[in-house]
């Protein structure tokens, strides 16, 4: 599995991005996706994530009520829209799959086995 991110930039805060990260090969739609992002300095931390059957999504606390992930299968496309974005959003941003992954490791990184190659948002105060 091949994953290519886009979508980041700078964006004032308050703002809104859709970040979107396209994958290719056939384990795509039972693949569990998810978003990582990590600052300066700090370590690459959980997101959000969706299962492959599209029915479970997870987020980080501090995302909760403004990022939502989604995907189109048809697509091979997970989605990241980020609303009422915050100074303390910026980030490089990573898409990750993890092909038949359990619901009840979603929110660990290690358990990804595939990453794409990050996009940087920056969000100015």
């Known amino acids: 599995v091949q994953l290519q991110a886009s979508g980041g930039g700078l964006v004032q805060a308050g703002g809104s991005l859709r970040l979107s990260c396209a994958a290719s090969?056939?384990?795509?739609?039972?693949?569990?996706m998810g978003w990582f992002r990590q600052a300066p300095g700090k370590e690459r931390d959980f997101v959000a994530a969706i299962h492959w059957n599209g029915g479970i999504t997870l987020y980080g606390d501090s995302v909760k009520g403004r990022f939502i992930i989604s995907r189109d299968n048809a697509k091979n496309t997970v989605y990241l829209q980020m609303n009422s974005l915050k100074p303390e959003d910026t980030a490089v941003y990573y898409c990750a799959a993890n092909p038949y992954g359990d619901r009840a490791t979603m929110m660990t990184r290690s358990t990804y086995n595939y990453w794409g190659q990050g996009t940087q948002v920056t969000v100015s105060s």
């Open positions: 090969g056939r384990t795509f739609s039972v693949s569990t």
